[in-house]
């Protein structure tokens, strides 16, 4: 029970952080949150440990909970893309983790190409036949969940450990686009197909071949989604020194 009322808490306040609900720099009690959301003093104390840790609110001694600006938010960690993605702009986040995943997949497949145990090039080409399958019956919720596991399998298949620590932020942008209704009906053949290149460039040691097949992925990709974030204006933060 107190591990769900947690969820509860660090899902309600994310959300409406991350949706603009609660403004950057409002100040309140976290008592007042344990009345509405009905829940005691330790179970938010915790929540509230999480979502400093996601940098979207600090303690303030004998202010309260202080709810902090965009640029101080853990844009990386899975639960703020998901809020992300669920909030009205969505094109932003959905515009910054395809173009992230634009400069990283490719050259994680080529990596793969080069690096790859045998074991796991083998699965990845499973996972792409099964895809294709899956893909061409119009199972999306399937489709989805092997979208997945074969992304990060490429991640991790490349060797690179930074990489393949990405597997559950590229999780949510792929079940965002499933949830939201940005992916067709039945994934294009030459998606599908594409899917298999990069598979069989891998299992051959084909790094060039890897990696230009995964960046036509992700050109696709853009194509079919960047009408959700044509309009939205870039975000320039200033740099740390």
Known sequence: MSSRLHSLVIETLGKRIVSGELTAGATTHSEHFESELGVSRSVMREAVRVLQSLGLVESVKRIGIRVLPPERWNKFDPSVIRWRLAADGKGVQLRSLTELRSAVEPAAAELAAQHSPEEMSAELMAIAAKMRAVGRAGDL??????????????????GNEMFAQ????????????????????HPHEEALQLHVDVANAIQSGRPEAARQAMDQIMRRTIEE???????????????DA
Do not use: C, N
Not at 145 to 154: C, G, M, T
Not at 170 to 180: F, K, S
Not at 225 to 239: G, I, K, Q
């Open 166 to 185: 990405m597997h559950s932020m590229i999780a949510e942008v792929l079940r965002g686009r499933t949830d939201y209704g940005l992916m067709p009906t």
């Open 225 to 239: 989604v960047r009408s959700v974030w044509e309009d939205e204006p870039r975000l320039f933060e200033e740099a």
């Open 141 to 158: 919720q399937h489709f989805l969940e092997l979208d997945i596991q074969y992304h990060a399998l490429v991640l991790a298949a490349s």
